[in-house]
């Protein structure tokens, strides 16, 4: 992987709720560097959700700072709109817009946002589609789509804003089973362009074979991070050796 | 048989005593005429009013725990208060009595009378359609919301593009039936001396002295109106039901 230019800075990142009586997030510090996919695991409940909706500020911290580019996004003045043009998120309930058609999903944003024409924003929407195998279904709406098929289409929305880091937050566990595989297969596909990507995931295959780190949340704190092979192969704590006991 | 006759003869005299002569059935015809200006007229300021007020209890309710302090927070606060006041003196007064106040009082300075009727109720409407669409709004999923933000569109454009698209699409039947009330509502128009439909026939009822041919005429048009537009409404239920979703 390429590039160690630093993307995304967290700096002792809290998330509390009921006044600090609940500490979804207990002061994470992590940085995510371009080209990077860093996949958080953990036990439910271990607040790996809350931090990636923190990244763009879908949650809002209680404490601590996150820098994108170099910008404290935290800050009351800066314009959260403007940078979050710049991250894309996939829901784990896909979140496409039902009352619109699949292309038209996907050019709102750049037309509205970016000021693209709609010649120009159905052109890199068409190359998207082609890419997922779905260029023939963009005239259909949501509801007429698999749950794979809308994930697909969801990943690609994002992607139409041309975006410089990907928020995956669960993005296959409302799958069934035999949808899984194709969704995997455009984020690896992803990967493999050098997408900068923070992946939520319970797909530890994926995270085993795709990520560059892997961040262990438990408790609202990172237990342990590193390569795949260090957190799989050579687990530390013991907290991380019962997780992957019951998931592997 | 020969009861049957007269009878029959009364009937047809009436008739052409209320309607025909002196061409009295344009009464009821341009009253018709006032009374549909009127209503669309007053529902589209009622939608209008009802979106605006809609999403300001719908911000307030769904973001002002976690808002940051400071002006914007303020402001909403602000709005919000002046929304339930106008929802509670609306809903709590009759719309007659706010007719009135509207012709008499607030705009005593305008005689037209058609304006002032369609102002106040598209105002009266507005305050039950903003609790229609506040439904419509709080019953999409946080999911649409977080989608448009995640994109980039602030609070304003994720509503306008994502949220109020589908709520309208979800409330539409219950709109559609606002105007069936807003229909027979505005037969009090006449307390401001608009000549609507149900003028038309009193006014009628006055020139003749025969009150039953021009009350059950104008009863008979209206319950026509409303059979017709709630078979629309049905009709546009069961579209949309069937429809993407």
Redo the contacts between chains.
């Keep these: 992987m390429s590039g160690n230019e630093s993307l995304i800075r967290v700096e002792n990142l809290q998330k509390h709720y009921n006044k600090g009586a609940i500490k979804a997030l207990d002061g994470i510090n992590t940085e995510i560097k371009k080209g990077e996919v860093v996949v958080v695991i953990g036990p439910s409940g271990s607040g790996k959700s809350t931090f990636l909706r923190c990244l763009?500020l879908?949650e809002?911290p209680t404490g601590g700072h996150i820098y994108f580019d170099g910008v404290d996004i935290t800050d009351?003045k800066s314009d959260i709109?403007?940078h979050?043009?710049r991250?894309?998120?996939v829901?784990q309930?896909f979140?496409?817009?039902?009352?619109m058609t699949i292309l038209k999903n996907m050019i709102?944003?750049p037309m509205?946002?970016q000021g693209k024409s709609e010649a120009e924003a159905t052109e890199l929407a068409m190359k998207l589609l082609r890419r997922v195998g779905l260029e023939d279904r963009a005239n259909a709406?949501?509801?007429?789509l698999s749950g794979g098929q809308k994930q697909r289409i969801a990943i690609v929305?994002?992607l139409c804003?041309q975006p410089e880091v990907m928020l995956f937050d669960e993005p296959t566990s409302a799958l069934d089973p035999e949808m899984v595989g194709e969704v995997l297969e455009v984020m690896k596909q992803l990967a493999e362009e050098n997408m900068t990507m923070v992946v939520v995931t319970h797909e530890m295959g994926f995270a085993r074979e795709v990520a560059t780190r892997v961040m262990f949340m438990a408790d609202g704190r990172q237990v342990e991070e590193g390569t795949p092979e260090e957190i799989f192969t050579n687990p530390k704590s013991e907290r991380l050796q019962t997780f992957l006991a019951k998931v592997l | 048989m020969e009861g049957i006759q007269t009878w029959w003869e009364g009937i047809q005299q009436q008739f052409y005593i209320n309607f025909i002569q002196d061409d009295r059935w344009k009464y009821l015809w341009n009253g018709l005429g006032v009374t549909l200006q009127l209503t669309f007229c007053a529902v589209l300021i009622g939608i209008v009013l009802g979106v605006i007020l809609a999403m300001i209890r719908s911000t307030y309710d769904k973001n002002y725990q976690?808002m940051?302090p400071g002006f914007g927070r303020f402001m909403l606060k602000i709005l919000n208060i002046i929304a339930k006041i106008y929802l509670t003196v609306i809903r709590g007064t009759p719309v007659v009595v706010q007719l009135m106040i509207m012709y008499y009082i607030i705009l005593a300075s305008s005689n037209n009378k058609l304006l002032v009727g369609m102002i106040a109720f598209g105002v009266n409407s507005g305050a039950y359609v903003a609790e229609i669409v506040r439904s419509g709004i709080m019953s999409i999923?946080p999911?649409?919301f977080?989608?448009?933000?995640?994109?980039?569109?602030?609070y304003v454009?994720t509503m306008r593009?994502?949220i109020i698209?589908?709520a309208l699409?979800n409330v539409l039947p219950a709109l559609a039936n606002e105007f069936i009330v807003l229909l027979k509502e505005t037969s009090v128009a006449g307390y401001i001396a608009m000549q609507d439909l149900t003028k038309g026939g009193d006014i009628i009822r006055g020139v003749t002295y025969s009150p039953f041919m021009p009350l059950i005429g104008v009863a008979l048009i209206y319950l026509v109106m409303v059979m017709f537009f709630t078979f629309l409404v049905n009709k546009l239920e069961r579209r949309l039901r069937n429809s993407?979703?």
Excluded: C, T, W
């Excluded at chain 1, 979140?95 to 009352?99: M, T, V, Y």
């Excluded at chain 2, 977080?146 to 602030?154: K, Q, T, V, Y």
């Design positions: 763009n879908l809002v009351v709109n403007i979050r043009q991250m894309g998120m829901f309930h979140n496409l817009f039902p009352h709102i944003a509205k946002l709406y949501p509801s007429q929305r994002a804003m | 976690e940051r999923d999911g649409q977080e989608a448009g933000r995640s994109l980039g569109f602030n454009q593009y994502v698209p589908q699409k993407e979703r």
